[in-house]
């Protein structure tokens, strides 16, 4: 055992993790240790980004996140989008900014990003201990952390930014819901999110491959449960691409309820779609289906809707029945399918569910369950839209937990 505390532990060398640490020994807690399980740091952040690090967005928002408003609004004021900007102009890291408001390290690389803040890291003084998992923690005077290879730490105060159980494959991990657990945290069960959909219509693998602009819907029971506009990707077990992804959390959440309606409109960019066809309908109504959708719809997905809708493929638009022409309007704007679940954890970027955040202080992130503990990132009931929404809360939450631990005696 330690001959005497660390002022801080942190479990968890992860996004919010490493900007925690390293602003506690900025602060002057120089007796910061960070506990990581793995052999190596940030390896989450060197995968995020298909290995190019989207590191925040400049639309960054309570409205990106599922979670209590009043908890994103407090930590962006502490952690907006320039302060973020800046924090990493100031780590030495030249950044550029994409489509969609999407931040990206100049480079390309999610390298530019994680050495970067080692180097910080260690520059400020902070201890770091790989291939060391936290197996229990026990509360008395102090925290009394025993890892995995039978070594004890304490500290004074705690931070638990161990992550979700998301990509297992690249280190997720049940492991930090078991300790906050421990700790007397009630959990939100861990959902994937992030992930593709899973739909029931089968023929869909007709498409697989293809990609459309689309507005997505979800509902339940009538419900909204999201909406997104984007690109989607046909696969053979059913949607991914940036839109399916979007709604996948909420989609995720609802489905222990029973199976969710997705709808497909084709035609986002349009504000009154169903006048543009019934116009089409007018001036190509001598053009058989296959012609009168060339031009608006890919090919592929043309012929599966002239299937799904019972057009008849050699019959000019103007003698199909008036409710098949109906149809046809109709299944365009919001074609109908069912998602019957999410791809598996090791294909989910991110997790719904995680510790209770009204077990949390929403400016400090200090638990309200146990004095001196402080549980940051996606270990929390927190999750965002893809593109560096997820990344910027991690870093603002590590961020506003180390400033409350710099201001306690």
Same mark, same amino acid.
């Given at each position: 055992?330690?001959?005497?505390?660390?002022?801080?532990?942190i479990?968890?060398?992860?996004?919010?993790?490493?900007?925690? @640490?390293?602003?506690?020994?900025r602060a002057?807690?120089k007796?910061?240790?960070v506990?990581?399980?793995d052999? !190596?740091?940030? *390896?989450? #952040?060197?995968?995020?980004?298909?290995?190019r690090?989207?590191l925040?967005n400049?639309?960054?928002a309570?409205?990106?996140?599922?979670a209590p /408003?009043?908890l994103i609004?407090a930590?962006? =004021?502490?952690f907006s989008?320039?302060n973020?900007? %800046?924090y990493?102009?100031?780590?030495g890291v030249l950044?550029?900014? $994409?489509?969609?408001?999407?931040?990206? +390290? @100049?480079t390309?690389?999610?390298?530019?990003?994680a050495?970067?803040?080692?180097?910080?890291? @260690?520059?400020a &003084?902070?201890?770091?201990v790989?291939s060391c998992?936290?197996?229990?923690?026990?509360?008395?005077?102090?925290?009394?952390v025993?890892?995995? %290879?039978?070594?004890?730490? !304490?500290?004074?105060?705690?931070?638990?930014?161990?992550?979700?159980c998301a990509y297992?494959? #690249?280190?997720?991990? /049940?492991?930090g819901?078991e300790?906050?657990? =421990?700790?007397?945290?009630?959990?939100?069960? +861990?959902?994937?999110?992030?992930s593709?959909?899973?739909?029931k219509?089968?023929?869909?693998?007709?498409?697989a491959?293809?990609r459309?602009?689309?507005h997505?819907t979800?509902k /339940?029971?009538?419900?909204l449960? %999201?909406?997104a506009?984007?690109e989607?990707?046909?696969? *053979?077990?059913g949607?991914?691409?940036?839109?399916a992804?979007?709604v996948?959390?909420?989609v =995720?959440?609802a489905?222990?309820?029973?199976n969710v309606?997705?709808?497909?409109?084709f035609?986002?960019?349009?504000k %009154? +779609?169903?006048?543009?066809l019934?116009?089409r309908?007018?001036?190509?109504?001598?053009?058989?289906?296959k012609d009168f959708?060339?031009?608006?719809l890919h090919?592929?997905?043309?012929?599966l809707?002239?299937d799904?809708? &019972?057009?008849?493929?050699?019959?000019? #638009?103007? $003698?199909q029945?008036p409710?098949?022409?109906?149809?046809l309007?109709?299944?365009?704007?919001a074609?109908?399918l069912?998602?019957t679940?999410?791809?598996?954890w090791n294909e989910?970027?991110a997790?719904?569910?995680?510790v209770n955040? !009204?077990?949390i202080?929403?400016?400090t992130?200090e638990?309200?369950?146990?004095?001196?503990?402080?549980v940051?990132?996606?270990?929390?009931d927190?999750d965002?839209? =893809?593109? &560096?929404?997820n990344?910027?809360?991690a870093?603002?939450?590590g961020f506003?937990?180390?400033q409350a631990?710099a201001?306690?005696k």
């Open positions: 055992m330690n001959p005497s505390p660390y002022d801080v532990i479990i968890g060398a992860g996004a919010s993790g490493l900007v925690c @640490a390293l602003e506690c020994a002057g807690r007796k910061t240790l506990l990581e399980k052999p !190596q740091p940030a *390896h989450k #952040i060197l995968a995020s980004g298909n290995g690090c989207n925040t400049a639309r960054v309570p409205a990106y996140y599922h /408003q009043e609004t930590a962006l =004021s502490q989008f320039q973020c900007l %800046d990493f102009a100031r780590l950044t550029t900014e $994409e489509e969609l408001g999407r931040i990206f +390290p @100049a390309g690389k999610s390298t530019a990003v050495e970067p803040l080692k180097l910080a890291l @260690a520059e &003084g902070a201890e770091l790989c998992p936290a197996v229990r923690i026990k509360r008395g005077k102090t925290f009394t025993t890892t995995q %290879d039978g070594r004890t730490f !304490q500290a004074k105060k705690l931070v638990l930014a161990c992550g979700s297992p494959q #690249i280190g997720g991990t /049940q492991s819901y300790l906050a657990r =421990s700790l007397g945290h009630t959990l939100i069960t +861990p959902r994937p999110a992030l593709a959909l899973c739909v219509e089968t023929a869909l693998a007709r498409l491959g293809v459309c602009q689309v997505l979800a /339940q029971n009538n419900l449960l %999201d909406e506009q984007g989607v990707l046909f696969t *053979h077990y949607l991914n691409g940036p839109a992804l979007n996948s959390s909420a =995720s959440r489905l222990p309820r029973g309606s997705l709808t497909l409109n035609f986002p960019q349009l %009154d +779609p169903q006048a543009f019934q116009a309908l007018e001036t190509y109504a001598q053009r058989r289906p959708l060339a031009g608006i090919e592929s997905v043309a012929n809707l002239i799904f809708i &019972g057009l008849r493929k050699n019959l000019p #638009i103007r $003698e029945t409710n098949t022409r109906q149809r309007v109709q299944t365009l704007c074609w109908p069912t998602a679940g999410v791809r598996p989910a970027m997790a719904t569910g995680g955040t !009204q077990e202080n929403y400016n992130f638990s309200l369950k146990c004095p001196g503990l402080y940051t990132g996606e270990l929390l927190v965002g839209k =893809s593109g &560096g929404f990344l910027h809360f870093w603002a939450s506003a937990a180390a631990l201001e306690e």
